[in-house]
């Protein structure tokens, strides 16, 4: 079946404009989470969405990341006012339902470009 | 912080050779698993070991756990040109949802 997917799957953009980026997860699975890769920083955990509950919002970075998941699908990941330092790979995945040993399956990623 | 430390940074080898990765944990974990990248771009869930588990395989494949020393290895036999990539152990502790990743193994299989 179709695997999570991104979009755009590259965004170069100006600094101190916002982006938004998207995530279609895996039909069926409840648990979204957005995790960025960046050269000095490695892969961080960003926000994690399991069905109607409150999102688990702690590895954003600053008040300018927001995230939200409509209808427990489609997620949007927005940044505000970007800074060269939001340049990194936005990568999404979905999993079944969100368990500790549940697999987690990865989008191709948005690479961000912030110049 | 990163949880995982893959060892090592990079590893070079001829088509045909094995290859073995080194990951190595800090806490307490539920279960660790193994993802390959390439290109810098999506991740591809290849095994997933839980901590009462020694030891898996999938096709070419061999995940050891080793919780006293709070390590794993992943082990590719026969490799193949079609495995370079980068490769990273990501954790699992508890309940907890968040996978804490490596930075990082990069393999080139040379043909």
């Known amino acids: 079946g179709a695997g999570v997917s991104q979009s755009p799957s590259n965004k170069v953009t100006e600094k101190g404009k916002d982006v938004e980026l998207r995530c279609d997860p895996i039909s069926g699975h409840t648990a979204l989470y957005w995790y960025r890769q960046s050269l000095g920083q490695g892969l961080e955990f960003l926000i994690y969405?399991?069905?109607?509950?409150?999102?688990?919002k702690s590895g954003l970075p600053s008040d300018r990341f927001s995230a939200e998941r409509t209808g427990g699908s489609v997620s949007t990941l927005t940044i505000q006012r970007t800074q060269q330092e939001d340049s990194a790979v936005y990568l999404c995945?979905?999993?079944?339902?969100?368990?500790?040993?549940?697999?987690?399956?990865f989008g191709p990623g948005t690479r961000l470009t912030v110049l | 912080s990163q949880q995982g430390e893959e060892d090592p940074q990079a590893l070079s080898i001829q088509e045909g050779e094995n290859a073995t990765m080194n990951c190595s944990y800090k806490?307490?974990?539920?279960?660790l698993q193994w993802y390959r990248q390439n290109s810098g771009r999506g991740l591809v869930h290849l095994i997933l070991i839980r901590s009462n588990e020694r030891e898996k395989h999938s096709g070419r494949l061999r995940v050891t756990l080793d919780t006293s020393k709070k390590s794993s290895s992943l082990l590719i036999t026969a490799s193949r040109a079609a495995d370079t990539a980068s490769y990273f152990c990501?954790?699992?502790?508890?309940?907890?949802?968040?996978?804490?990743f490596g930075k990082g193994t990069l393999l080139t299989v040379n043909p």
């Open positions: 806490t307490s974990i539920n279960n």
């Open positions: 995945a979905s999993s079944l339902v969100g368990q500790g040993t549940d697999t987690q399956y």
């Open positions: 990501a954790t699992g502790a508890g309940s907890n949802y968040k996978l804490t």
């Open positions: 969405f399991q069905g109607n509950s409150a999102p688990d």
